[in-house]
């Protein structure tokens, strides 16, 4: 994690890898509930009725849960950043880090550049998640659940030419 955040911050304190740290540490139990909460509310309870009515087979259903995974991942991450960065700052504020270090002359537009770095490296990821993977993977699960419920495209209204 030093080296990436050498890569990222060459001028680099030992205040922005504590700071980094708590932030990061926060974004990964964020992105893991966010995403977790978003794929429930957004593919669960469909696959749920598909298996009861449809007869979706569960090894399908866990395929396409993987396969939207992406989606819901990039749904999750600003939520996920928003919530990292409250509570990093939170916990810092609660045990009066932030007046500590108010004292010691650091300025709070010092304390939020590891926060700053973190969105743009959270707003990358969730562009190159987006155009990269996304696409693709919702193709794979659309033309999964189509195979597995027999769909055939030619015949649907929308897709007929005639």
């Not at 939020?112 to 190159?128: D, H, K, N, Q, Y």
Request: glycine share 2%; net charge positive; charged share 15%.
């Amino acid at each position: 994690m030093k080296k990436l955040i050498k890569y990222i911050l060459p001028n680099y304190s030992i205040l922005d890898i504590y700071l980094t740290r708590n932030i990061l540490l926060c974004f990964i139990f964020s992105i893991i509930f966010c995403s977790i909460v978003a794929e429930m509310i957004g593919i669960s309870f469909e696959q749920i009725r598909l298996i009861a009515e449809w007869d979706l087979p569960l090894t399908t259903s866990i395929y396409v849960h993987y396969l939207k995974l992406p989606s819901f991942i990039v749904i999750a991450l600003p939520y996920a950043v928003l919530f990292s960065i409250m509570f990093a700052y939170t916990r810092l504020s609660r045990s009066s880090e932030i007046i500590a270090l108010q004292s010691f002359g650091v300025s709070l537009y010092r304390l939020t550049i590891p926060a700053l770095v973190v969105g743009v490296l959270a707003t990358l990821m969730m562009f190159s998640l987006n155009e990269l993977i996304v696409p693709t993977a919702n193709y794979k699960a659309a033309i999964a659940l189509e195979k597995q419920m027999n769909v055939d495209r030619n015949i649907l209204g929308k897709y007929n030419k005639e």
